[in-house]
């Protein structure tokens, strides 16, 4: 895995969100799994932060690609986390984590054709 860090403060004013970070990937198939989440967020497809946490806990936070950018949209702030995607054979292509909301720490398998995005931060990607 090819692993690239990204810092969550700009400045003291200025955070990076996650859908700021998705941004560095194209749209995909992928399965996008939240498997860990601390933070503030608005609630989801009207669930409650109980339901929204029994998902998580169950492993049945899964969304698709516009699924986790709407998740991502409905963030105010991810403190910590753990969010895996996979292909449809079940590789993992990406792990990102979010570090006590210090930065995020991003994995990406070396095959996926995003490897190369990852290599030069802050470029631009088409969605």
Do not use: C
């Amino acid at each position: 895995m090819i692993v690239e860090t990204i810092p969550m403060w700009i400045d003291q004013q200025t955070m990076v969100h996650l859908r700021d970070v998705l941004r560095l990937f194209p749209a995909n198939d992928w399965q996008w799994k939240v498997e860990d989440f601390d933070g503030f967020r608005r609630s989801p497809a009207s669930l409650t932060w109980e339901q929204f946490q029994a998902a998580i806990d169950s492993g049945a936070a899964i969304f698709d690609w516009a699924g986790i950018q709407q998740f991502a949209d409905g963030l105010i702030q991810m403190i910590d986390g753990h969010i895996i995607a996979t292909d449809a054979n079940g590789t993992v292509m990406v792990m990102v984590d979010v570090l006590d909301s210090t930065e995020y720490a991003i994995a990406i398998a070396p095959s996926s054709s995003d490897a190369a995005v990852l290599a030069r931060p802050g470029a631009p990607v088409d969605q």
